[in-house]
């Protein structure tokens, strides 16, 4: 079982920055891609960005790409989101995720932590 705890969330005036956090804990960091998930209000979950176990590889949603970066530091078991140049359509909760490497959908999700982006 993992547990992920996300963090950083809050208000933001359009073209500020955030940083969400998120702290794994339970089983071996390293094993995990982990990745974060949105969902506005009505809207339905979306995918955002993610990362493989190394590091090595990350993807982006069409949207955020240029803006958003993932990373993570496997000593800490933390994954980052850092998020520049924020829109108001960026407005969401913000859900921390994570599969096994062998495993092609999200096995567990945070809380999550809402990002309010004012125009």
């Known amino acids: 079982q993992v547990q992920l705890v996300e963090s950083g969330g809050g208000l933001v005036q359009a073209g500020g920055s955030l940083r969400l956090s998120c702290v794994a804990s339970?089983?071996?960091?390293?094993?995990?891609?982990m990745g974060w998930v949105r969902q506005a209000p009505g809207k339905e979950r979306e995918f955002v960005a993610s990362?493989?176990?190394?590091?090595?590889?990350?993807y982006y949603q069409d949207s955020v790409k240029g803006r958003f970066t993932i990373s993570r530091d496997n000593v800490k078991n933390t994954v980052y989101l850092q998020m520049n140049s924020l829109k108001p359509e960026d407005t969401a909760v913000y859900y921390c995720?994570?599969?096994?490497?062998?495993?092609?959908?999200?096995?567990?999700w945070g809380q999550g932590t809402q990002v309010t982006v004012s125009s």
């Open positions: 995720v994570a599969r096994p490497r062998e495993q092609l959908t999200w096995a567990y």
């Open positions: 339970g089983r071996t960091f390293s094993m995990y891609s």
């Open positions: 990362i493989n176990w190394s590091g090595g590889n990350t």
